[in-house]
């Protein structure tokens, strides 16, 4: 009888190690099946890149449009008639956009082509006139070697600028007909659009429902995530794009509206887009005022009037903390998925990078949560001997 209590105990650890050997097996099975869908995907992306444009950019528009379907709704429209209403509204706001803004951006575009290399010449030059005896004096910079190093510059920029356009080009346009995108990029995002909520339900129903509590609050934050960015973010791209725009106008910069949308449509790169614009902006209007500085002081205020505007109100109201994607870990997913999948790459960067991220911090605190991490904390850590607690070895 004095033994029972012991064998109790060894059944129970026995059962205990068949439940973490199942638990286990379970966890490993979970994680093979994730990585192979992964891989799958992948794989998937990169054999039909280049006709995924058109349906991918379809997907993204009915995700950005979806809250607004919702609205209707509660309105009382059907999802029928809410979709057909959303899709008519921005069809016409987009050929409106297109009918206004494409000549004028096709002719400031062409323009600017054509007159890059003398701007290029004339900013150089205007860099150079300074007088070589106070460049010297005052920086140690020998006026020659400045200026062979700025034409090494001048032209490894414009070399890089050309190979970026050529690439977005050869990846998007070149293999996606203008056509196909707008006639096929509609028709995806009205059947998207309509049966999205549907289609939620459906793969929600597909969970195992052990885990379907989890795996519905990791695309919770998933889909916060994505959405603080793609209607968050896109939307302050837009309002950046009109404003950079509309300022640099009104102050009679060449390329004005060019510079300016181009700058804000690139915004959703951190960083890169407010300087990018800064940087042209600021170099045709050295070339355009020079020597007035008051207007290239002006063209430059532009930019710091939108970042502040930006950073103190347009940003908390339309993404605020809800993106919860590191600038740092965005670019390289920008580069990353542009590098691999094209400029389809570009459109699942932001979801794909917002789902890794999302899936990290889980694993990250289901592993604080393990004993993996905490251990058998039960016990106390053995006492060392004297002669380690003294720092002497032992004899």
Not at 347 to 363: E, G, N
Request: charged residues 10%.
């Amino acid at each position: 009888m004095a033994k029972a209590p012991h064998r109790a105990t060894e059944d129970e650890a026995a059962a205990a190690a068949v439940v973490d050997y199942a638990a286990s097996v379970a966890l490993r099975r979970q994680i093979f099946f994730w990585l192979a869908t992964a891989v799958l995907l992948a794989l998937f992306l990169y054999v039909f890149s280049a006709i995924l444009l058109p349906f991918v950019a379809g997907m993204v528009l009915a995700y950005f449009l979806d809250p607004v379907a919702d609205r209707l709704q509660r309105l009382g429209l059907s999802r029928l008639m809410a979709t057909v209403v959303i899709l008519i509204g921005f069809i016409v706001v987009l050929v409106l956009a297109f009918v206004i803004l494409v000549p004028v951006l096709a002719s400031q575009m062409a323009d600017f082509a054509s007159k890059l290399p003398e701007y290029l010449t004339r900013l150089q030059a205007l860099i150079t006139s300074f007088d070589p005896q106070w460049l010297e004096q005052k920086f140690g910079v020998d006026a020659n070697g400045l200026r062979d190093g700025l034409n090494s510059l001048l032209t490894s920029g414009f070399g890089l600028l050309t190979t970026v356009f050529t690439s977005i080009w050869s990846s998007g346009v070149a293999l996606v007909s203008i056509v196909s995108l707008f006639v096929v990029t509609p028709v995806v995002a009205f059947y998207m659009l309509l049966d999205w909520d549907r289609m939620v339900a459906i793969v929600d129903s597909w969970v195992p429902r052990d885990y379907v509590k989890t795996v519905r609050a990791i695309a919770n934050d998933i889909n916060t995530a994505t959405a603080g960015f793609v209607r968050g973010q896109g939307t302050l791209c837009l309002v950046l794009g009109a404003m950079y725009a509309t300022g640099l106008t009104l102050t009679g910069l060449n390329f004005a509206i060019l510079i300016g949308l181009f700058a804000g449509l690139i915004s959703f790169i951190p960083y890169v887009g407010s300087l990018t614009g800064l940087v042209l902006a600021v170099g045709v209007a050295f070339v355009q005022f020079w020597p007035d500085w008051t207007m290239v002081a002006a063209v430059a205020g532009v930019f710091f009037v939108g970042q502040f505007i930006e950073g103190n109100i347009l940003q908390p109201r339309l993404v605020g903390k809800s993106v919860g994607l590191h600038p740092v870990w965005l670019m390289f997913a920008l580069f990353a998925f542009g590098a691999l999948f094209g400029f389809v790459g570009l459109l699942i960067a932001v979801p794909a990078s917002a789902a890794v991220a999302v899936l990290v911090r889980f694993a990250i605190a289901r592993y604080l949560e393990s004993p993996l991490y905490k251990g058998h904390g039960a016990e106390p850590a053995p006492p060392l001997p004297p002669s380690r607690r003294r720092g002497t070895p032992r004899g």
